[in-house]
């Protein structure tokens, strides 16, 4: 249906309205055909497996993932040598040779081999079916993100066909539950194939398929390290009614179910990764353990388990912005997606919100690895940007939501890859900088590769890892568990801090003993550089939250004066001819440059050293925001929304969050820019999934900020900052601020209503709403409910 097919029923939706509640059915995906392409199938996961469900009738495919199976293999990346020419690449960039230094790198300083490796799909169920043949009626596909079921029922012949799938983290498994409410009128086959060339599907046992195989040759294919990983799948019959029997047709192993009312199907698998390092696991045995673990569970026990499992997570928040039409409300989800911009549908971003937080659920649970470029989920052995892990933006995107949504224990995976990266980070310092401590360029992958990758006009950007180690600081913020300060965030903060204090070169073109990075770039932007100001910004927050680590743990007094000494004389942000934000130590930023990254803002947001309190950088800042336009890809658009809700606008945060949601590379529309696909993934295009997780983080910016503190070190609490007019009423239950706050706060005709905070840590906290400020020292567990005017009324 196109948008000018939808206009008719748009003009009659005032009738009837419904509103939306965080704990209810609203807060699903829902289609009235099956998907015909990979980017309308629903996603499920468990943070190591992924499926992609298609809903078909005839033959259902769920394309299915597991997140240790990549190409390659343990390697080093970096290059012997190249820190001998370190100090010839920064004398060219400094004189002004660009091209020479880009050369020069080219030759010496890049990763070998130049790139990393691929993220892969291991395969596909596929379910053909048997029955027979007729009409199908009320079909409809679901994805409920409340209980992360996806759920395919029809009427078909006389019968009602219900398919439900999810994805368990308690028991590791893909669950597959189908029912007819007609005794004995299932009949379908079963088969487990894989895109690898090296694998096959045998008959395990009677009610099983094996698939077994190894991931082919992929980015570097002449490298005797390339292809090591093995892999292995099992589809089980669980539970039926009728009858299974297997054959070999064509070499290809099946299964057949017939005379069924009811079967349930579980699909496990497992790799022979072992870490970054070691690929010797027998990825069978790994199998059979868990297998075995859901061997003698029932469909309910199943479903009871996961369902558990994941509204612990998912229930924390809840987010509603009023009522949407209940016509608006019952279009298919790509449907009501091109329907916003013609029906008033408010609820739709919150929508989106929840959405976000699904799919960091599904794709980032500890003992996995981290959220990639696209999430869990991968369909491609040649993948774009390998579905690896880009750092100048994307990977931390994915993690900005996890604080405030409560969803500490996403963040593991991420945490553990850091401490793996620490380790090969280090020879990537010693053997590109001469340097102590350890470095990240722009990417990594499985194999931890840190060394700078592609080309040297974009490869050589240092500071990932520093970036990284911010989240290692927002999650001590957010939880106060100074045990995971201690022992796992402040060794890698260290670390890095370590590499930037010999890093950091004092320009030679001053004589005040400023410090400058370099080479550099500004993220795919201007190429090879000293100085760009997204690195100072970065550095210097590393440093500042480095340097107070040290002070609550009461360790490292003389590395701490070091890195004050550094942090003080770090190149300041610099204001430009046309009013900007400096990119570079250079005036030379184009008015007209619409380029995706807006890097120079990083000390806006993320970071925090850019702020209302900083009026001249924050209109500078302002200002180049609007030099770069409102456009972009999906995640440039998100970063964007977090820009315009830390200058305090809401309506132009809305405003870019608008032109997020829109469809793109649909049959339903021409367009094919940044937007949201059919099943609202987020389109660069192609996917990445950074903008849908950077979209809900935007999204609480605009109704909570704790990024500052007062100048006696108290933390502040700002309350709608950047509320749209679009958004007159809404809820926000169980957001979390830095510092341990927990906020529920209600707002009706554009203002505030109500504000009920709990804290979780002895902190004081000043709250600010307009013009009304208050301050508390509350304890641990205490609540208030404060009124539109702040004015509190204390609970028990």
């Known amino acids: 249906m196109r948008l000018s097919q939808l206009l008719p029923l748009l003009l009659v939706v005032s009738c009837v309205f ?25 996603p499920i996961g468990n943070g190591r497996m992924g499926g992609m469900v298609f809903g078909g009738v005839a033959e259902e495919r769920i394309q299915f993932n597991e997140d240790s199976v990549w190409t390659g293999g343990p390697r080093s990346y970096a290059h012997p040598g190249a820190s001998e020419h370190l100090a010839e690449i920064r004398q060219l960039l400094l004189d002004g040779k660009q091209r020479e230094a880009e050369l020069l790198a080219s030759r010496t300083f890049m990763s070998q081999p130049l790139r990393q490796e691929w993220y892969q799909p291991l395969g596909d169920v596929t379910i053909r079916f048997e029955n027979e043949p007729g009409e199908v009626t009320d079909y409809q596909r679901t994805l409920d993100l409340s209980r992360a079921v996806a759920t395919t029922t029809y009427s078909q012949a006389g019968t009602r066909i219900t398919r439900r799938a999810f994805a368990s983290f308690p028991d590791q498994a893909i669950v597959l539950q189908l029912e007819s409410d007609r005794p004995g009128a299932l009949e379908f086959v079963l088969a487990l194939t894989s895109p690898h060339d090296r694998c096959e599907t045998t008959i395990s046992d009677a009610r099983a398929l094996l698939l077994s195989g190894q991931v082919n040759p992929g980015q570097n294919g002449d490298s005797p390290t390339d292809g090591q990983v093995s892999f292995a799948a099992q589809l089980r019959v669980l539970d039926t009614d009728g009858t299974v029997t297997s054959e070999v047709k064509e070499g290809d192993a099946e299964l057949r179910i017939a005379g069924a009312s009811r079967a349930t199907i579980v699909l496990c698998a497992a790799s022979s990764v072992v870490d970054y390092r070691d690929v010797s696991a027998d990825p069978k045995e790994r199998l059979r353990r868990d297998m075995d673990a859901v061997a003698e569970k029932t469909f309910a026990s199943l479903l009871a388990r996961h369902e558990a499992d994941h509204r612990e997570l998912f229930g924390r928040v809840s987010f509603s912005l009023g009522e949407t039409p209940e016509a608006v409300r019952d279009l298919d989800t790509d449907d009501r997606l091109l329907a916003t911009k013609q029906a008033d549908d408010p609820d739709f971003a919150a929508l989106l919100f929840h959405y976000g937080r699904y799919l960091m659920i599904a794709s980032s649970r500890p003992g996995g690895q981290p959220a990639n470029l696209q999430g869990l989920w991968n369909q491609d052995l040649s993948p774009a940007w390998g579905s690896k892990y880009t750092c100048n933006i994307n990977t931390e995107m994915n993690y900005w939501l996890t604080g405030p949504c409560n969803l500490g224990e996403c963040n593991e995976p991420l ?27 722009h990417n990594f992958d499985r194999w931890r590769g840190t060394a700078p990758i592609n080309a040297s006009n974009h490869g050589i950007w240092p500071t990932g890892g520093a970036w990284l180690c911010q989240h290692l600081w927002l999650h001590y913020q957010y939880t106060g568990d100074l045990s995971f300060l201690e022992q796992t965030a402040y060794p890698l903060m260290k670390g890095s801090s370590e590499f930037f204090a010999h890093y950091l070169m004092e320009d030679p073109r001053t004589a005040d003993g400023t410090f400058i990075s370099g080479p550099s770039n500004s993220p795919e932007n201007g190429g090879l550089v000293m100085g760009p100001a997204m690195d100072h910004q970065i550095i210097r927050n590393l440093l500042a939250n480095t340097i107070e680590a040290s002070q609550l743990l009461g360790v490292d007094s003389e590395l701490r004066d070091q890195w004050i000494d550094v942090h003080r004389r770090i190149a300041p942000n610099r204001i430009g001819k046309h009013g900007q934000l400096q990119e570079w130590l250079e005036d030379k930023d184009d008015p007209n440059n619409r380029h995706r990254h807006v890097s120079h ?14 009026p001249d950088l924050f209109a500078a800042a302002r200002k180049s925001l609007e030099m770069r336009g409102d456009g972009g890809t999906g995640w440039s658009r998100a970063w964007k929304i977090n820009f315009w809700a830390r200058l305090r606008d809401g309506d132009h945060a809305h405003l870019v969050l608008t032109g997020l949601t829109t469809l793109t590379v649909s049959d339903k529309t021409d367009y094919r820019g940044g937007g949201l696909y059919e099943n609202l993934f987020d389109a660069h295009p192609p996917f990445q999934i950074d903008g849908n997780f950077g979209a809900t983080a935007g999204i609480i910016e605009m109704l909570v900020q704790s990024h500052l503190e007062t100048e006696d070190g108290v933390r502040r609490v700002d309350l709608l900052p950047a509320l749209p007019s679009a958004w007159s009423e809404g809820t926000l239950q169980g957001v979390r ?36 400020t208050i301050r508390s020292d509350m304890k641990p567990g205490e609540t208030v409910v404060l009124n539109s005017e702040l004015k509190r009324d204390d609970e028990s």
């Open 737 to 772: 601020t830095r510092d341990g706050f927990e906020l529920d706060i209600t707002w009706e005709n554009g203002e505030l209503r109500e504000c009920r905070l709990t804290s979780h840590l002895n902190r004081p906290i000043e709250v600010h709403y307009g013009d009304h």
């Open 18 to 42: 419904t509103s939306a509640l965080a704990d209810g059915g609203p807060w699903e995906l829902k289609y009235s055909s099956p998907a015909k392409k990979w980017t309308s199938a629903l």
């Open 601 to 614: 803002l990083w000390g806006l947001h993320p970071g925090r050293e850019i702020h209302p309190g900083t």
């Open 415 to 441: 945490f553990e890859a850091l401490q793996q990266i620490a380790e090969s980070g280090s020879d990537t310092a010693r053997v590109h900088y001469d340097a102590p401590g350890w470095v990240l360029h």
